[in-house]
Nanobody, 123 residues
Framework: QVQLVESGGGLVQAGGSLRLSCAAS????????MGWFRQAPGKEREFVAT????????SYADSVKCRFTTSRDSAKNTVYLQMNNLKPEETAVYLC????????????????WGQGTQVTVSS
C-alpha cells in the first residue's frame, strides 16, 4: 500500500505560479511511475504530467507543456509539480498518483491516489 499526500495548493492570480508536492508513505514508491491529474467540478479527470521512477523521463499534456514541470526527489519520496503562468480554466483539484507501470498516462493505469489539493486561479 502506498499513501500519497499532496500539498501546496491555494489561490493564485492568473499568470502566477504554484508548486505542488506529493509525499509518498514508503520508499518503494521511488520505483513507481508518478503522475499528476486534475479534476474540475463537473468535468472528467484530466492527465497533466508524469515522471518515471528514475526521474529522467517526463511527459505532459499539450495544454501545460512549457509551463508545468514535474520532478522527483527519491531520497525524500516526494514528487513536485511546478506550475507557471496559471490560467483561470486550470482551477481544479490536483491529484498525484502512483503506477507500477513503466509508462502511464491514463488514470486507470494508476493504482494509488492522493486526496488532492485545490488550486484556484483567479482572473
Amino acid at each position: 500500500q502506498v499513501q500519497l499526500v499532496e500539498s501546496g495548493g491555494g489561490l493564485v492570480q492568473a499568470g502566477g505560479s504554484l508548486r505542488l508536492s506529493c509525499a509518498a508513505s514508503r520508499r518503494a514508491a521511488s520505483t513507481y511511475t508518478m503522475g499528476w491529474f486534475r479534476q474540475a467540478p463537473g468535468k472528467e479527470r484530466e492527465f497533466v504530467a508524469t515522471i518515471n521512477w528514475s526521474g529522467d523521463s517526463t511527459s505532459y499534456a499539450d495544454s501545460v507543456k512549457c509551463r508545468f514541470t514535474t520532478s522527483r526527489d527519491s531520497a525524500k519520496n516526494t514528487v513536485y509539480l511546478q506550475m507557471n503562468n496559471l490560467k483561470p480554466e486550470e482551477t481544479a483539484v490536483y491529484l498525484c498518483a502512483a503506477s507500477p507501470l513503466r509508462v502511464a498516462v491514463k488514470s486507470n493505469e494508476y493504482a494509488y491516489w492522493g486526496q488532492g489539493t485545490q488550486v484556484t486561479v483567479s482572473s
